[in-house]
């Protein structure tokens, strides 16, 4: 009708809350948290696991390791090879798939390990004089002054976490292990809303719809990051440019 150009029309909060008392919600919200906050940490020791030896120009066969860990960035099995690859291994519709099928990214190993070679050879020397063995030099030295990259790399992964929904809606049926990225997924394409709790607002009022529900729920998904962002949004900065010293 023309009457809306820029603040709503009579404005109400009734599509929100209609989302907070969705179980759907409640449950996938949770299961984005858990994937997020599980699978970031497990990714993050791998990652550093992987990239440190890396680094070291003494690791025998050092070149062949690079070699093959590039070749993942360049190839890919595809959807079906994988897909085959998780069946076989017992990880279909388990949370597993998700906290350890991707438990790695190539590039984000190559950022951590370009950072770890810019730490002065200097300090692991040192270290190594007084009697320090590998883990205490990891732990002791590389770690503390790789902050930056660590708070960047972490920021990938847990972007990733949140907003991936591709293969958790492949991998995952049961609607108890979804998260929430793959509930609105659901709700965007098909334009189903369960409004069986439709006794939380007044139906006559038509103040909430399919439509309005999905995009109330669209800024709540959002909210996390949103929040996180600012936060860390220096070490991001600093850690991209700083890791991208040595290739």
């Known amino acids: 009708?023309?009457?809306?150009?820029?603040?709503?029309?009579?404005?109400?909060?009734?599509?929100?809350?209609?989302?907070?008392?969705?179980?759907?919600?409640?449950?996938?919200?949770?299961?984005?948290?858990?994937?997020?906050?599980?699978?970031?940490?497990?990714?993050m020791v791998v990652t550093i696991s992987c990239a440190y030896p890396l680094s070291k120009d003494k690791l025998p066969g050092k070149r062949i390791f690079g070699f093959f860990l590039m070749v993942t960035m360049w190839f890919s099995a595809g959807t079906i090879p994988m897909y085959l690859n998780f069946r076989d291994l017992g990880l279909l519709n388990t949370r597993s798939a998700i906290i350890l099928g991707f438990a790695c990214e190539t590039f984000n190993v190559i950022l951590m390990r370009n950072f770890f070679m810019s730490v002065p050879k200097s300090l692991e020397e040192a270290a190594e004089i007084d009697g320090a063995g590998q883990w205490r030099i990891l732990t002791k030295i590389y770690l503390p002054l790789s902050m930056p990259a660590i708070a960047t790399i972490t920021l990938f992964y847990a972007v990733a976490k949140w907003n991936g929904y591709f293969w958790s809606m492949i991998l995952l049926n049961n609607d108890k292990l979804i998260p929430l990225q793959v509930l609105i997924k659901k709700m965007i394409v098909e334009l189903k809303v369960p409004m069986e709790q439709a006794d939380l607002v007044d139906a006559s009022t038509q103040e909430v719809t399919e439509e309005t529900v999905v995009y109330a729920s669209i800024i709540v998904s959002s909210l996390p990051m949103l929040i996180l962002y600012p936060f860390i949004q220096r070490f991001f900065v600093k850690g991209v440019m700083v890791g991208a010293v040595k290739g």
Request: hydrophobic content about 50%; overall charge negative; glycine content about 6%.
């Open 1 to 43: 009708m023309g009457e809306v150009v820029l603040f709503p029309k009579d404005f109400s909060l009734a599509a929100y809350k209609y989302i907070f008392g969705m179980n759907e919600i409640w449950i996938s919200y949770l299961n984005s948290i858990y994937y997020t906050v599980v699978g970031t940490a497990v990714c």
